[in-house]
C-alpha cells in the first residue's frame, strides 16, 4: 500500500474499540461510550474494514483480541489521550481552582492515587484537597462544613446524592477457609455505622442463623486482612477480593445481597466546573471495564 495513501483511523472507531477491549462486552461498551450496542459492533466493523484485518476474536463464550487488536490498543490509547488533551487545551479552557474533595474507600479501591495523579497532570490549576476514610466519616465531615464534595457509599437513612456507581455485594472468605457447620459464622464487620455490617446481620437475622462478630475492623484494609488471615466471614463489594480470598458461597435459599451505590454529594453547591470534570474523569475510568460493571444506564 502506497504509505502517503493511507487512510485516517476515525477517533469514535477507536474509542469504540478501546470500550469493547477494556471492557470485555459490546454490551458493556455501549454503555459506556452511550451508544447502543448495535451501533458499536457497527463502528468496530467499519475499523476492521478500514485496518483490513479483524481485531476481535469472537466465540459464544468469549471476546478476545486478535494479535493485531493487541498492536492496536497501545496506539489507539495514546491517540485518544492526545486528542481529549487536545480539545481541553483548546476547546475549554483550563481548570483552575480549589476543591475540598472526600472519597470513600469504597469507591476505586487501589486505583485512586495514580488516577488523582493523572487528572493533577491534564488539570495542573486545580489544586485538591483529599480526605478519604469511610463514607459515615466523610458525610459527617460534610454536614460540619469541612469539605466541599463527598463521593461516599449511599446513605440507607439518608436519600441524596446523585447515584454515579453500581457494584455487586459479594460474601467473602479466606482462600482456605473452612467453615465449622457447628458454630456460630465467624464474622469481619467495620464498626457501626456502616450499610456492610447492616446488611449481613439483616440477612442472617432473616434466615435465623446464628454468629458471632470475631472481628471489629476500623477500615476497609482491616477488613480484608482479618479476612484474607482466615478470621471469619463479611460482605464487600466485589472490587476488595483480593489474593488469598475467595467468594463464600452461601446456603440455598438464601436471598442475593444487593448491589451498593456510590453517590456524589455537594456538585450542586460546589465549584461545578471543576466537580463536572473531576466526577466525569473517575467514573469514565470505571465504565471504561478497568476496574468494575458500569453504571447501567
Known amino acids: 500500500m502506497n504509505q502517503s495513501r493511507l487512510p485516517d483511523l476515525e477517533i469514535d472507531l477507536l474509542r469504540a474499540f478501546i470500550a469493547v477491549a477494556n471492557s470485555g462486552s459490546f454490551t458493556a461498551a455501549a454503555d459506556a461510550i452511550n451508544r447502543s450496542q448495535s451501533a458499536v459492533s457497527q463502528k468496530i466493523l467499519r475499523l476492521e474494514e478500514r485496518l483490513g484485518c479483524r481485531v476481535f476474536e469472537r466465540t459464544s463464550r468469549s471476546l478476545l483480541l486478535t494479535q493485531a487488536g493487541e498492536h492496536l490498543a497501545g496506539y489507539a490509547q495514546r491517540i485518544l489521550e492526545l486528542n481529549d488533551a487536545a480539545m481541553r487545551g483548546i476547546a475549554r ?25 493523572r487528572f493533577s497532570r491534564l488539570h495542573p490549576g486545580v489544586h485538591l484537597a483529599l480526605k478519604t476514610g469511610l463514607s459515615c466519616d466523610l458525610l459527617q465531615a460534610y454536614d460540619e ?3 466541599d464534595v463527598v463521593i461516599a457509599k449511599k446513605d ?12 455487586p455485594l459479594v460474601w467473602m472468605c479466606a482462600a482456605d ?3 465449622d457447620p457447628q458454630a456460630p459464622l465467624p464474622l469481619v464487620l467495620l464498626r457501626s455505622p456502616c450499610t456492610y455490617r447492616q446488611l449481613m446481620l439483616e440477612a442472617l437475622s432473616a434466615r435465623g442463623q446464628d454468629w458471632n462478630i470475631v472481628c471489629t475492623a476500623s477500615s476497609l484494609m482491616s477488613v480484608q486482612a482479618a479476612v484474607a488471615g482466615g478470621l471469619g466471614l463479611t460482605v464487600l463489594g466485589r472490587s476488595f477480593m483480593q489474593a488469598g480470598m475467595r467468594t463464600w ?20 453547591s460546589a465549584d461545578s466546573e471543576i466537580v463536572a470534570p473531576l466526577v466525569d ?17
Request: hydrophobic share 40%.
Open 93 to 117: 479552557p483550563a481548570l483552575g481552582g480549589n476543591i475540598r474533595l472526600g472519597i470513600s474507600e469504597d469507591f476505586i479501591p487501589g486505583q485512586l492515587p495514580a488516577l488523582l495523579s
Open 145 to 147: 462544613g469541612e469539605l
Open 156 to 167: 440507607r437513612s439518608a436519600q441524596r446524592g446523585r447515584v454515579i456507581w453500581r457494584e
Open 177 to 179: 477457609f473452612e467453615l
Open 249 to 268: 458461597q452461601t446456603p440455598s435459599g438464601w436471598a442475593p445481597l444487593p448491589k451498593t451505590e456510590i453517590t456524589v454529594i455537594g456538585e450542586e
Open 281 to 297: 474523569f473517575l467514573t469514565e475510568y470505571l465504565a471504561a471495564g478497568r476496574a468494575q460493571a458500569p453504571l447501567p444506564s
